[in-house]
């Protein structure tokens, strides 16, 4: 298939911008007259030096991070901060996390291993398919932070208020982060692996109140250290160049569609195209409750797992890629990030209809 | 400058094959008539999974890796693996560490925090300027390994041996896989940042002996235990998925020159060429002693720090690139790692040549 008949709904990594593509192609071979590649770069010179000032800078920008907080770009994924956010924060002591998906129960099975972890509230009974509103929250006293996952990839929920708690606030924004706007002032800690919205998968950005950096446990590893990587620019040892460069790219995109107040314009038309269809469907049935649905991951199934798999393949042989649910969650999903076009949304829309039509009985 | 006119001696990120950097950019915004890029692929998919699978098979193929051996492709960097190896096999007990440079020192440090650490050999007191030999090596009873890295980056010594102690061997090879045949079957684990000699940073190879696996400290992030990505095939989470398309890519390169024997004829044809001139010079000083010097760097200075400087800015105007020591050695440093042609050697003694007669008083 040609890049133009595709559709690309994967839940990420995902569609990156054309536009940063097309320039990474031409740049391959020689980036801006040094006669290298980006990837051939020394991460100690001037040049690369530039591209990450740059693209720290620019994100600094677009999510107007203020000068409280410092971010970092790091390897490892998300999975990596399961271990290195107790590690660095929980200091033998207590942690609240929301369990309300996949990912934050895992992080929090993995916190247990470095101090207490109480589940301030969980949707597992439910099928993940809400999240709880601010007065069920339950809080520790003299909790060391309060974890929460912003939009849950797997489910397809995405929480519509920001928790108010006594605790420094960590949040898990892998999956949204750069589609809305966010008051950072509020945070703690955000961190963010960077392959559904920023840039291909081996980076990470975390993006921390530098008040909270120096209490790491003894054993903590050297590079899990938030006081390490911001002492050293995030570069005690070689950062993963390339997804910064591409993280840069990818900004600049951001940056000229309108900054995260148009994200999140596209996003809510991209997701309430798709929504308004379902809803109004006896065929498919939606997973997330509609005070809690996602914009970036919608997820539903039709009336059978048979009829699931055909819409997955005959999605594909229509060029709308990546459509069955997560292994856990079963089911369909549609993941619709900041660089699905909204055209995109429609060519599902109309699939959805068509694929109605055919099977409804 | 067009990249025919530029040799980049960067130790790492460093020169990468031209083959793979082409593949990649005509690639970029369709694989194989998928219509979309490798980077925006699940890693989940069918289509990445083969990516995965192909550059593993390849690498145990042109490294010989024994079926008792597992290779994984993670993130973090050799610095990570500071953390990791005793994390997975010091067990609270002993481990033996040679001191031969920079990182070896690096990684003994970093191990104290979760065991005991006895420095088997170190060149310290002569600037790691050499390789102790076999005899010089103290063991310790009961340790849960041997430590040593391959080539010291910084300081451009090398292990001509390879050590034969009791403990499983566990092996730094960053600067010089793939550049020699290793018998792998001698190691417990041998690990490599891509940088160098394999892939864009962001990418760490383990090849860790499956008798090994499954002794981490109770406190280990489940990221860095190797049970864990054993398990997993390397994908408890997202790995760095471009990074080991560009391994595969590097790879195929390898294996079309010959495979690690033409690599080990190629480095010793470069690196032969620049000691045999430096060697016959009164105007330049090597650093690493005859005994100990490495293929892939090579350590030298002028008679002062100004002449240093001088060359540097010299031949980089030259086209020579990234010629200046690494920071805590100072001097000069030319990294030539497989995919630095030999023409990239000879215009660099040429560029000495010149630089002699212009300098030498």
Not at 199 to 220: C, F
Request: hydrophobic share 40%; glycine share 8%.
């Amino acid at each position: 298939m040609t890049r133009d008949q595709v559709y690309n709904f994967a839940a990420g990594p995902s569609v990156m911008p054309e536009s940063a593509l097309r320039t990474a192609a031409a740049e391959m071979l020689n980036y801006h007259g040094s006669g290298i590649s980006v990837m051939e770069m020394s991460h100690r010179s001037a040049m690369f030096q530039d591209i990450f000032d740059s693209a720290v800078e620019k994100l600094k920008k677009l999510m107007s991070v203020p000068d409280t907080h410092e971010i970092l770009l790091l390897q490892g994924g998300a999975t990596t901060q399961f271990a290195a956010i107790p590690m660095n924060l929980i200091q033998g002591g207590d942690a609240d996390y929301a369990v309300t998906g996949n990912f934050s129960s895992k992080a929090a099975k993995e916190a247990e291993k470095y101090g207490r972890v109480h589940i301030a509230c969980s949707s597992a009974d439910t099928g993940f398919e809400h999240i709880p509103v601010q007065s069920e929250l339950r809080q520790t006293a003299g909790a060391g932070y309060f974890y929460y996952c912003a939009n849950n990839t797997v489910y397809g929920t995405e929480w519509q208020y920001v928790p108010e708690v006594s605790a420094p606030l960590v949040c898990d924004m892998s999956s949204d982060i750069l589609s809305r706007p966010v008051d950072v002032s509020k945070y703690g800690l955000i961190y963010a692996g960077a392959q559904k919205n920023m840039a291909p998968a081996g980076l990470t950005v975390v993006i921390v109140d530098k008040s909270l950096v120096g209490r790491e446990l003894p054993y903590t590893p050297q590079i899990l250290s938030y006081k390490t990587m911001v002492d050293s620019g995030s570069m005690l040892n070689t950062p993963p160049c390339w997804c910064i460069y591409m993280l840069s790219l990818t900004l600049d995109w951001v940056e000229a569609q309108g900054g995260v107040a148009a994200m999140d314009r596209l996003r809510h038309e991209r997701a309430d195209m798709v929504y308004d269809f379902l809803e109004n469907s006896s065929f498919y049935r939606l997973h997330a409750r509609a005070d809690s649905r996602s914009c970036m991951n919608i997820t539903f199934r039709t009336g059978s797992a048979g009829l699931d798999s055909e819409f997955v393949s005959g999605a594909e042989a229509a060029g709308l890629m990546n459509l069955k649910g997560h292994k856990v969650a079963g089911g369909l999903r549609a993941s619709l990030y900041n660089a699905m076009p909204v055209e995109g949304a429609k060519a599902l829309v109309e699939y959805m209809k068509k694929f109605e039509v055919e099977h409804h009985v």
